[in-house]
């Protein structure tokens, strides 16, 4: 993509250095000459930033942690492998990646060498070459970058090898991708298959019903008789206020009544409304907390290794573990904290 976006600057520098008076300077000129991409080679490099774009965008947000990510999985890999399926419309060539055969079914390993059919051959090309030369005792490029490259069916090899090799990886998500993506109320409609949809979702909430109650323990300790009567005599008079603090009545069916809510906007926050609707959803609320808090990549956990790394460094090896455990946590939280002070 940076290429492209240079490729008027180095056109333009092209006659610069072929015309300078020093012939330094030309010889640079015509050794770009010799490398100089042509118009197929920068159309070809130009559809492929436009097929690689959705990677780029996908791979980008996932790698967040201040945001819902578990959830937008399985919808995300369905749109990229739908994109792979579409014609090309700014290639020139006459085959078409929908006209590709179906993805072969990967039960075994023998069938991997067929994901990236193109690229293991020319790995094989390289190592024969490589072969060759160690044998025959000689030195030559594996690639001339003087050559022009045929960039006939090249695209719709690249976007046929990407759709196989997102088959292969993501061919059969785990049920939890899946239900990720329902408790989120930004995407639950994505799917198309509605009834499949909420028989995965109750068996979920079935699952989770008994043990996601709440305990006993936690429920507040009734008052004595004398307590009970002080209260009663504080509280006999209705507030006007106590509009503002009703809860949603619990429905009776909550995947159901939840099912057929209607979605809100992407920017909005998930935790921000199932913590609004948790009277009226109880345990799907629960169980939204614990699915929508799966970050989607490792990319988190690498950030927090790359700050232990940067605390724990061979010139303070001896910290304390205690002390090493809050500072991490600083680390991590000050963005949340305000201020350290003790406020009056």
Not at 33 to 58: C, G, H, K, Y
Request: proline share 6%.
């Amino acid at each position: 993509m940076q290429l492209i976006k240079v490729k008027g600057y180095i056109q333009a520098l092209l006659p610069e250095l072929e015309n300078d008076p020093e012939s330094d300077v030309k010889k640079d000129g015509r050794q770009l000459r010799l490398i100089m991409l042509n118009s197929d080679e920068w159309n070809l490099l130009q559809d492929l930033t436009i097929v690689l774009t959705p990677f780029e965008q996908a791979t980008r947000h996932l790698g967040g942690e201040k945001y819902v990510t578990h959830s937008i999985m399985y919808p995300l890999i369905k749109e990229i492998k739908r994109q792979l399926l579409l014609p090309f419309p700014s290639t020139s060539s006459t085959s078409s990646i929908s006209n590709i055969p179906l993805p072969i079914p990967f039960n075994d390993f023998e069938n991997i060498e067929e994901v990236f059919t193109v690229a293991e051959e020319v790995e094989e090309l390289e190592n024969e070459n490589i072969n060759k030369e160690n044998n025959n005792n000689q030195s030559q490029n594996q690639i001339d970058l003087n050559q022009s490259l045929n960039t006939k069916d090249i695209l719709e090899k690249v976007k046929e090898n990407l759709y196989n090799a997102m088959c292969f990886y993501w061919d059969d998500l785990p049920e939890d991708y899946k239900i990720s993506t329902l408790l989120d109320p930004r995407i639950k409609s994505v799917n198309e298959e509605v009834e499949k949809d909420d028989e995965i979702l109750r068996q979920k909430y079935d699952e989770y019903q008994y043990h996601l109650q709440s305990p006993i323990e936690s429920r507040p300790v009734s008052p004595t008789q004398s307590e009970y009567s002080t209260i009663t005599s504080i509280t006999s008079q209705p507030s006007i206020f106590a509009i503002f603090e009703q809860d949603q009545p619990r429905v009776y069916d909550e995947v159901s009544e939840y099912l057929n809510e209607d979605k809100i906007s992407f920017n909005q926050n998930p935790f921000e409304w199932w913590a609004n609707k948790k009277s009226k959803y109880p345990i799907l609320a629960k169980i939204a907390r614990i699915y929508l808090a799966v970050p989607a990549t490792s990319t988190p956990s690498e950030r927090l290794f790359s700050d232990a790394g940067n605390l724990l460094s061979p010139k303070r090896s001896r910290i304390n573990a205690e002390f090493f455990k809050r500072m991490i946590f600083l680390k991590r939280n000050a963005p949340k904290v305000k201020n350290i002070h003790l406020s009056n």
